[in-house]
């Protein structure tokens, strides 16, 4: 009796041994993901830093940009005004060219086979040569002012996603044609990672959708960005009892 009393005694220390380590072993893991947390997190908050500076960064762009897009406006200006001046003077030696026809018309007419015209004829090719150059440097003229105009258009549009891109930055919405999906889901911490960041239009603090077979089923609040990649806290009571996030769902961006 007492020997069958022991071995259950040992059974039942070995059971208790077994659990105790399984325990001591899970106890580990949890310590060590939660140091990797509290790492990523860090991470994140220094990112989050990094950003912060770029965006204050972003009206001293603006500006620059803006001061080109005016030095290529007041080029452009000149430009026209140039081309305005030789468009003038080509039509001058033109109303010239025709006048001067009109007496040699004239003077064909009264001396018939009698007078000499080398005279008049020299003076007609040097009014010719000096409409030519006239014509060769408004020609050029408008080349260049062509390719201003097409930098000023390039500038404006530039000018116009700096200006985009700012407002989004200021008012915390990411870019309309956002088109991302989640790369990691820490369900423990609340959080997502996705695989696309500022450079894809993820801006800080932005709120965004996770769609599934064209429904909404949750929603982010963009805590941290990158360049090529960004994290978001998952918005409370935003999913259903019944949804649980799966790496590759489809984000994009909601009206904040």
């Excluded at 001591?24 to 509290?38: L, P, V």
């Amino acid at each position: 009796m007492s020997k069958a009393f022991g071995i259950i005694t040992a059974i039942v220390l070995a059971i208790s041994a077994f659990f105790a380590m399984k325990n001591k072993a899970a106890y580990e893991r949890e310590i060590t993901t939660t140091q990797e947390r509290k790492a990523e997190l860090a991470k994140s908050q220094a990112r989050l830093k990094a950003d912060e500076k770029k965006l204050a960064a972003l009206p001293v762009e603006r500006e620059g940009v803006d001061g080109e897009a005016d030095k290529l406006s007041a080029a452009e200006a000149a430009e026209q005004k140039n081309n305005a001046s030789l468009k003038a003077k080509v039509e001058a030696k033109t109303a010239t060219i025709a006048a001067n026809k009109q007496k040699l018309d004239d003077i064909r007419e009264k001396t018939a086979k009698t007078g000499d015209l080398k005279e008049l004829a020299s003076k007609m090719r040097a009014t010719n040569s000096e409409l030519e150059e006239l014509s060769q440097a408004t020609t050029a003229s408008e080349a260049k002012l062509a390719n201003l105009t097409a930098q000023n258009t390039a500038t404006d549009a530039q000018v116009a996603a700096a200006k985009g891109k700012f407002d989004n930055f200021a008012k915390g919405i990411s870019l309309p044609n956002l088109k991302t999906r989640i790369r990691s889901i820490y369900p423990n911490w609340g959080f997502v990672t996705l695989a696309s960041g500022n450079s894809a239009g993820v801006v800080p603090n932005s709120t965004l959708n996770v769609v599934r077979d064209g429904e909404v089923v949750a929603k982010l609040l963009v805590t941290a960005v990158e360049s090529n990649s960004s994290s978001a806290s998952i918005v409370p009571d935003s999913m259903g009892s019944n949804v649980a996030l799966a790496v590759g769902d489809f984000v994009s961006p909601a009206a904040n």
